[in-house]
């Protein structure tokens, strides 16, 4: 296996409270949240009434209209953010090898909204059932990297990774994985999420997995909280351009961060509820430190999943408590969750590409909906973000947890830091 350094060249980054990389990075500073009622459809018959929607994102500006009927909301989103990290890149034709250039996206649903439309059509008229020529292409979840790879001609491996809202982080060790492996210069990596439709919001309700905080909505996601009931949905999407150093520099292309490790790991136990001494989030965490050659200590920022859930939030305590001890007390959390909502299989790109704008700006992300913490969390010791504040970061971890026990953390630091051990 190839040890040559993994970098990140480029992001891009859409959510509810931003449609780029910029707005994004002001909303999590300041403390910005994109809750609001649903407007999609009529939500009011659900339990939950609302959700972190995107406001005012017009597609047109990607593709023909007949190109954009043929692809799910998620798609869209999923091109709008690689427009934005291959920009930001410079990762210009000439520049890479079409066929040394691949794509390892995410997606934990697929094309719901395609779904939902498809079958309430089916619902109400099946004496003639009418199905578009491109409903299979638009529900299937690894639509958006095809889309990806068809719009820039990336003509490297392709793939869809699949592990619930533990995803994108899986989509980001498989690319380094095939950098590594020297099988490719640049990876095309992320996620992408267009879940915010009556089915996704009545599964997760019909679960008791979603906050029914209806009348106080902007607090309903309040992480590591004793009286947290459930998680804010959200959507969007984030894209990484990951290259190997020696190709970067080859190119004089602009090094944000380096990813430095990454982990995986299953509970191999309960289909939906993680365990709850967090033995897959303590053994992702543990593989990714291992690989970054880094101690638990070392860590600055931690951007947790913190989905607010009452068994979620103490499961990845106590797995992160298992590695972490005492030094949990003094590295700052931030619970982006809380502000964007849940990305579900996109979730582990956006915390990711946060943690890369902290360490590019050298300043940690704020932190909302801080209400009473679990005792026994407070006794142990636990460090919200609270105003965004500069200071040092050296290193950084993000972990995302998912329905089937899936677990998957990267660690992405700061070149000064990670360039300068070689």
Not at 37 to 57: C, K, L, M, V
Not at 106 to 119: F, H, K, Q, V
Not at 340 to 354: D, K, R
Not at 397 to 406: I, P, V
Request: aromatic share 6%.
């Amino acid at each position: 296996m190839n040890a040559e350094p993994i970098v990140v060249t480029g992001i891009g980054i859409l959510s509810p409270v931003g449609k780029n990389v910029n707005e994004n990075w002001n909303s999590i500073i300041n403390g910005k949240s994109g809750v609001k009622n649903i407007s999609r459809f009529d939500a009011s018959a659900f339990s939950t009434h609302f959700a972190a929607e995107i406001e005012g994102f017009d597609p047109s500006g990607l593709d023909h209209v007949k190109q954009l009927r043929k692809m799910d909301r998620l798609s869209w989103y999923a091109l709008s953010v690689c427009d934005e990290a291959l920009a930001m890149a410079n990762l210009i034709e000439g520049s890479y090898l079409p066929e040394r250039t691949g794509v390892s996206w995410a997606s934990g649903n697929g094309g719901m909204e395609s779904i939902d439309e498809a079958l309430v059509a089916y619902a109400t008229d099946r004496s003639r059932p009418r199905f578009s020529p491109y409903f299979q292409s638009k529900a299937l979840p690894d639509s958006a990297s095809g889309w990806i790879a068809s719009r820039y001609g990336f003509k490297g491996p392709n793939q869809l990774s699949v592990a619930a809202c533990a995803s994108s982080n899986a989509a980001i060790f498989t690319a380094m994985l095939y950098l590594r492996a020297g099988l490719c210069d640049v990876m095309v990596t992320g996620g992408s999420e267009a879940p915010i439709t009556p089915s996704v919001i009545g599964g997760f309700g019909a679960m008791k997995a979603l906050s029914t905080r209806n009348d106080a909505m902007h607090e309903a996601s309040r992480p590591f909280a004793t009286d947290r009931d459930g998680f804010l949905l959200g959507e969007g999407g984030a894209a990484l351009v990951l290259e190997t150093l020696s190709h970067a520099e080859k190119r004089g292309a602009n090094i944000l961060a380096v990813l430095t490790g990454c982990g995986n790991a299953n509970d191999a136990g309960h289909p939906t509820a993680a365990d709850e001494h967090g033995i897959g989030t303590t053994a992702s965490v543990k593989m990714a430190l291992q690989m970054a050659d880094l101690q638990p200590d070392e860590i600055q920022l931690i951007n947790p999943h913190a989905t607010s859930t009452p068994n979620g939030d103490a499961a990845e305590y106590a797995g992160l408590y298992n590695l972490f001890g005492q030094f949990l007390s003094k590295i700052p959390m931030a619970a982006t969750k809380s502000m964007t909502g849940h990305l579900l299989g996109a979730a582990g790109a956006i915390e990711a590409a946060f943690n890369v704008l902290s360490l590019q700006h050298q300043a940690f992300p704020a932190g909302i909906n801080h209400f009473e913490t679990e005792i026994d969390m407070i006794q142990k010791g636990i460090l919200l973000c609270g105003a965004s504040k500069e200071g040092r970061i050296d290193h950084t971890l993000s972990h995302s947890a998912g329905f089937g026990g899936h677990n998957a953390t990267v660690i992405l630091s700061h070149p000064r830091a990670a360039l300068s051990k070689l």
